[in-house]
């Protein structure tokens, strides 16, 4: 698609929920997954709203049926205004339902994140983790009418779930510029998002401090958003490719897959393409690398590492990425013999 989709409105902090005034004659639902305190969240809708608004706790994210059956539920209910709050996966969920509602009526989508990084907030990808393969949809009916990143609550990540969410941000404006379904937009948003947020936050002081200001706090919100519309038509690439199929064998996260193969599909389109990275702030690399080796400090990435190091693993694991969509979508044919060498040539 050679357009570009955003979403209508964004807010940040608690004046951000004043999004909610718009609405007209509402009949609201909140929706959110459970492995955080979401009351607070849950507190201030019904304090702006001037309204007790019923709360559905999601448990399983990943079941197509449970869909259903809340779409069917929330239809009949002639729900006008549909707030979420979750992770990816509770979001991609939800996006399905309000999808399912919208083909019957008009309803107002809110979306307000407990993590930051993914960019599921601004795409219009939905994935689900069913039990054999990830279901991947685009459908312009997933984009939310508004998004508030409530600093509040995000405060209470830790440095780690920043980071990662980060090197998943990057990946998403990165991926874009060598997409086939990129547009012209996208060739300056992409490199200015990341060159904007490299000038902003000086990954030093990160990596020694607690975050505690907001304003770094909302740089980190931003380029969440940044990379979700950077993803939102151009889909994702090489490094979500390798990744989904590492989840798979492996079963580990996606930020932890992510993180790992990010550095070689880098050195990849840089043999491919000497020009890669002409347009991207001279320290980005350098401050991508200083982001990786904390991540490992953090994450476990011994399984992946077990993987590539097995030859037949390894090809397996190429094998799986083949058919992933995001493999598709990469603008020229793959060199796999030369991906295959900087994945086997990156230490951690």
């Not at 200001?213 to 993803?231: M, V």
Request: charge should be positive.
């Amino acid at each position: 698609m050679k357009y570009q989709n955003f979403v209508e409105k964004v807010g940040f902090g608690s004046k951000g929920y004043s999004l909610f005034l718009k609405e007209k004659k509402i009949n609201a639902v909140f929706i959110s997954g459970v492995t955080a305190n979401y009351s607070i969240i849950h507190n201030k809708i019904k304090k702006i709203l001037k309204n007790d608004i019923p709360w559905l706790k999601i448990r399983n994210r990943n079941n197509v049926n449970e869909i259903n059956k809340i779409s069917k539920i929330l239809i009949n209910k002639k729900i006008s205004l549909v707030i979420v709050s979750g992770g990816g996966s509770i979001i991609d969920f939800s996006k399905n339902i309000v999808r399912s509602i919208r083909t019957k009526s008009k309803v107002s989508f809110y979306i307000i994140p407990s993590r930051v990084g993914s960019g599921a907030e601004t795409s219009i990808s939905s994935i689900i983790n069913l039990s054999n393969k990830k279901q991947i949809e685009i459908d312009e009916n997933f984009l939310p009418n508004g998004i508030i990143y409530d600093l509040d609550f995000l405060l209470t990540l830790s440095k780690k779930d920043l980071i990662a969410g980060s090197v998943d941000a990057i990946t998403h404006c990165l991926e874009s510029l060598s997409s086939i379904n990129k547009n012209d937009y996208l060739d300056f948003f992409s490199v200015s998002a990341i060159n904007h947020f490299i000038q902003e936050i000086n990954i030093n002081k990160f990596l020694k401090k607690k975050v505690t200001d907001k304003k770094i706090l909302k740089e980190y919100c931003i380029l969440s958003f940044n990379g979700g519309i950077s993803q939102n038509n151009a889909g994702s690439g090489l490094c979500h490719a390798l990744a989904h199929s590492a989840e798979k064998i492996t079963g580990l996260p996606h930020a932890t897959c992510v993180s790992f193969f990010l550095i070689p599909v880098i050195n990849y389109s840089l043999k491919t393409n000497s020009k890669y990275l002409i347009k991207f702030n001279k320290k980005f690399k350098s401050d991508l690398f200083k982001k990786i080796k904390f991540l490992n400090s953090k994450l476990n990435f011994k399984k992946i590492q077990s993987l590539i190091s097995n030859e037949d693993k390894l090809l397996q694991l190429i094998e799986m990425a083949k058919q992933d969509p995001c493999w598709k979508i990469h603008n020229k044919s793959v060199k796999v013999n030369t991906l295959i060498y900087f994945i086997k040539k990156f230490k951690i």
